[in-house]
Structures are given as structure tokens and as C-alpha cells.
């Protein structure tokens, strides 16, 4: 069972980072390299050139970075801006005999909704070929402005792994949506934006880790 847990507060790059995850795998992490190539990116909140993918150089976890992710209603956004959405195909190179799920994501960004406006921040992950889909929203009410954190964490027990042997696409979907409700778009302006505008990690993804039979 996936738990929520909010709090208020393209051509995609594959880079090099050092952070800190807050969660340890489920397993020990293997030893060796983990690899992510990123095989695919579709979507509104990820334009050529403004998304990055890094592997934790201890195996616990990989972020993703978004700097051009921004939903809005209002002055100065046009009809189509009012959701963003971001989809990115993973190809996740593991050590031989490790399988992996994804334990627990976390994500944030910064919002700015007037009195009466609404936000969401949603996002889901599937492995190809495979059935089982994770899919988790989190709704946010204006007045707000202010940073926000969400994060969507996995039981052990309703863990996905990836299969055995059989390289997989690990297939993420993310979505920010904002509606004006009561408040007056005319004169109004409310946002959400995924980005790291401080330079800090904004979205990392916890590996959950065990050892292939």
C-alpha cells in the first residue's frame, strides 16, 4: 500500500551528483554501478534540455531535476498551461544478480495560490510490460505561497520489483495541475513549479534492493 505524506513548507541529461538520501534501501544496496539511461521524455513540464538524472553514489537512490516545470492559471499563462506533465522511460543498468522497486519518491517545488485556487501534484510508476501501476495525488488549496514537499512511500510488503533477468523500462510519470476555482483569473495569477531553483535536489526516488534467486 502506497502512504502519502505532504507537508507545506528533451534531451535529458545524465549527470554525476553527491546528496544524501533520507531513506536507506529496503535491502542492503548491491555493490558496483548503478546506470540509468534515460531512454525516453515526453511531456510539457520537461522541454528539451531542462530535465537531469542522477545516481546516489551509494545505490540507495537517483534523483530527477526539473528546471522549466511550471502549471499556472491567470495573467500571463495561456490556455494550455494550467497542467504540465512529464513522462521519462528509464533503462536501469543494476549489478548482476540485484532486482530493485522504488521505495518511497519524493518531491518538491514551490507554489503560489490565491485565495480560492487549487493545486495537485501527481505522479505514477510502472515497469513495461508489466501490470501493476503505483499512482498517488496530492491536492494543495489556495491562499499559499510557499515551498512545498510531498512524499509517496511504498509498504515493504506492496513493494514492485523489477523481474529478474529481464531488463525492464522503469517508466515515471509525474503531473502538476492548477485551477483557478473562486479566485479571478483575470487579475489573478496561481502557479506550481517542480524545480530546484536553490540548486537542491527537488525529486528523489528511494531503490528498495534484493538479491535475484
Known sequence: MLRPVMVSSAAVVLVAASFSPSAAAEGGAPPGRVVIDVVAVNGSGCPAGTAAVAVAPDNTAFTVSYSDYLAQVGLGAKPTDFRKNCQLGLNVHVPQGYTYAIARADYRGFAHLERGATGMERASYYFQGMS??????????????????????????????????????????TELRVG??????????????????????????????????
Open 132 to 173: 501493476q501501476t503505483t499512482a498517488v495525488s496530492h491536492r494543495f488549496a489556495g491562499p499559499l505561497s510557499d515551498n512545498w514537499q510531498t512524499a509517496d512511500i511504498t509498504d515493504a510488503a506492496a513493494l514492485v520489483y523489477a523481474p529478474c533477468g529481464v531488463q525492464r523500462i522503469l517508466n515515471v510519470n
Open 180 to 213: 483557478a476555482g473562486s479566485s479571478d483569473p483575470s487579475t489573478t495569477n496561481s502557479f506550481m513549479a517542480m524545480d530546484s531553483t536553490d540548486g537542491s535536489v527537488n525529486t528523489l526516488y528511494h531503490f528498495a534492493w534484493k538479491e535475484c534467486p
